[in-house]
C-alpha cells in the first residue's frame, strides 16, 4: 500500500514563529487531507487538498501531486499551534478508495 | 449541524472481555470508516461501511468486527480483548472524498 512519511518529526518553535511541515507520498493519490490532533485526541480537519493550494488564516497548504508531497505552512504561531500535525491520502484507484493512510505526524511545541 | 459523535468516550475492560463502540455520522454522510491508534501513533485503518456492508478492510484480525445500520450510524465490536487493544478508536464519515473524524473512545484493557 501507499507509504505516507512526515518531516520533520519533532518542532520546537517560539511563538510568532513560521514552520513548515511536510509530507510526502510513495504513489499517487486522489486527495489528501492534513489534520490537527489536540491534546484530547480529537482530529481537526485543516485542509482537503489533493492539488494546488489553499489559505485559511495564519495556515496554508500546497500539494504537488506529480511530485507526491505536501507542505503545511504554519505563519506568526501560537500556543493553541501545539500539538500532533498529520497528513492522510488514499491510494488513488485499486480498492483502497476511501481508505486513509497516515503518517506518523509532526509534534509541534509552540512556546510563549 | 452536528459532527461525528462517538460512544462512551472511554472504556476499561479486562482481558478477554468483548467491547462494543457506538458512531453516527454526520448529518448527510453515509460512509463510515473506524481506526484504531496507538499511543505515540498514527491512526490505523480498521474497516470502512457502505450501504451496510463492509466495503474495505485493514490489517486486522476476525475479533474485530462491525456493523452498519440504515441510519448510517455504525458499531465497532472486539471480542477477546489483549492487552494490545487499548488505544483510541477513531470513527470518520463522508459522503465524498474529505472524512471527518469524531472524538474518539480511548480504551484501556487491563
Known amino acids: 500500500g501507499i507509504q505516507v512519511e512526515q518531516s520533520p518529526p519533532d518542532l520546537i518553535l517560539q511563538e510568532g514563529a513560521n514552520s513548515t511541515l511536510r509530507c510526502n507520498f510513495s504513489?499517487?493519490?486522489?486527495?489528501l487531507q492534513w489534520f490537527h490532533q489536540n491534546p484530547w485526541g480529537q482530529l481537526i480537519n485543516l485542509f482537503y487538498?489533493?492539488?494546488g493550494t489553499k489559505q485559511n488564516g495564519r495556515l496554508s497548504a500546497t500539494t504537488v501531486a506529480t511530485e507526491r508531497y505536501s507542505l503545511l505552512y504554519i505563519s506568526s504561531s501560537q500556543t493553541t499551534d501545539s500539538g500532533v500535525y498529520f497528513c492522510?491520502?488514499?491510494?488513488?484507484?485499486?480498492?483502497?478508495?476511501?481508505?486513509?493512510?497516515f503518517g506518523q505526524g509532526t509534534i509541534l511545541t509552540v512556546h510563549p | 449541524d452536528a459532527g461525528v459523535t462517538q460512544s462512551p468516550t472511554h472504556l476499561i475492560k479486562t482481558r478477554g472481555q468483548q467491547v462494543t463502540l457506538r458512531c453516527s455520522p454526520k448529518s448527510g454522510h453515509d460512509t463510515v470508516s473506524w481506526y484504531q491508534q496507538a499511543l505515540g501513533q498514527g491512526p490505523q485503518f480498521i474497516f470502512q461501511?457502505?450501504?451496510?456492508?463492509?466495503?474495505q478492510r485493514g490489517n486486522f484480525p476476525d475479533r474485530f468486527s462491525g456493523h452498519q445500520f440504515p441510519n448510517y450510524s455504525s458499531e465497532l465490536n472486539v471480542n477477546a480483548l489483549l492487552l494490545g487493544d487499548s488505544a483510541l478508536y477513531l470513527c470518520?464519515?463522508?459522503?465524498?472524498?474529505?472524512?471527518?473524524f469524531g472524538p474518539g473512545t480511548r480504551l484501556t484493557v487491563l
Open positions: 492522510a491520502a488514499p491510494r488513488r484507484g485499486g480498492t483502497s478508495y476511501g481508505k486513509l493512510t
Open positions: 504513489d499517487s493519490v486522489n486527495n
Open positions: 470518520a464519515s463522508s459522503r465524498a472524498n474529505e472524512q471527518f
Open positions: 487538498i489533493p492539488s
Open positions: 461501511y457502505y450501504e451496510e456492508e463492509e466495503r
